[in-house]
């Protein structure tokens, strides 16, 4: 089963940051206490896939490959802040480590369209 951090930014089960993983085979990103996963067959092992975690100020959305997976409004109205570095495959205690490989993670200053998301995973399937 995949597991681990993709993505982190937040102190270990805490609530001041955020963090893209890969929970019981399933895509999750949690922003400050809220949360959204994707339900279903989980994401498939042994092949690399894209997945976008994505956070407008009014809603979350969940994209693997390209397509919408999970999208709901959030009352967030901004994401808490910390001093910890941007992690990638691990928490910021160095613990729930990915099983697999990470390739290319990108963190925006704005929330990306859905077509924005689509054009990231063709330029990934699609590059020479």
């Given at each position: 089963?995949?597991?681990?951090?993709?993505?982190?930014?937040?102190?270990?089960?805490?609530?001041?940051?955020?963090?893209?993983?890969?929970?019981?085979?399933?895509?999750?990103?949690?922003?400050?206490?809220?949360?959204?996963?994707?339900?279903?067959?989980?994401?498939?092992?042994?092949?690399?896939?894209?997945?976008?975690?994505?956070?407008?100020?009014?809603?979350?959305?969940?994209?693997i490959n390209g397509v919408l997976a999970a999208e709901r409004p959030t009352p967030?109205?901004?994401?808490?802040?910390?001093?910890?570095?941007?992690?990638?495959?691990?928490?910021?205690?160095?613990?729930?480590?990915?099983?697999?490989?990470?390739?290319?993670?990108?963190?925006?200053?704005?929330?990306?369209?859905?077509?924005?998301?689509?054009?990231?995973?063709?330029?990934?399937?699609?590059?020479?």
């Amino acid at each position: 089963m995949l597991g681990g951090r993709i993505v982190d930014k937040i102190t270990a089960f805490g609530s001041d940051g955020y963090l893209l993983d890969v929970n019981d085979g399933q895509l999750r990103l949690y922003l400050g206490g809220d949360q959204i996963s994707t339900t279903g067959a989980g994401l498939p092992a042994g092949i690399f896939t894209h997945v976008a975690g994505v956070y407008t100020g009014t809603s979350i959305a969940l994209y693997i490959n390209g397509v919408l997976a999970a999208e709901r409004p959030t009352p967030l109205t901004a994401i808490t802040v910390n001093n910890h570095p941007v992690r990638i495959g691990a928490d910021s205690n160095g613990g729930s480590l990915t099983v697999g490989i990470i390739d290319e993670p990108r963190i925006f200053n704005r929330g990306l369209s859905a077509a924005e998301v689509a054009q990231l995973h063709w330029q990934t399937t699609n590059c020479q």
